[in-house]
């Protein structure tokens, strides 16, 4: 880790969930992995849809999931990846089901977190 690098303390649930999207990450083969705990504590786990006729985030993915399997809330969100930002839309997905105080984990391929956002 570089001087420039800030270390996040991440409690153990949640780096449950990078691990997660790291997984589904390198298991499907993605650029991006994600994944979402959802009020009660059950986890969704995506990677990035890219069909000519549809394209996702993994984030995204992964919040419809979540929505498509009864969750009315999220506590916490993880996407994988080379991207060094979270994009608005993954932030507006999370929002929506989440509300505003929902920490999104990014992280590296390696999963080290690099930020947590809220949205």
Do not use: Q, W
Request: charged share 25%.
């Amino acid at each position: 880790m570089s001087a420039e690098t800030p270390e996040f303390t991440v409690d153990p649930e949640d780096a449950k969930i990078v691990t997660l999207a790291r997984a589904t990450r390198a298991r499907n083969g993605a650029s991006e992995g994600a994944a979402v705990r959802d009020e009660t504590g059950r986890t969704y786990t995506a990677s990035t849809v890219a069909l000519p006729s549809l394209e996702l985030s993994a984030l995204r993915t992964a919040v419809a999931m979540a929505v498509a399997g009864g969750a009315r809330g999220l506590e916490a969100a993880a996407i994988v990846g080379e991207a060094d930002t979270v994009t608005e839309a993954d932030r507006d997905a999370v929002r929506d089901l989440g509300g505003a105080d929902t920490p999104i984990l990014s992280a590296g391929p390696d999963a080290v977190v690099r930020a947590i956002v809220t949205v």
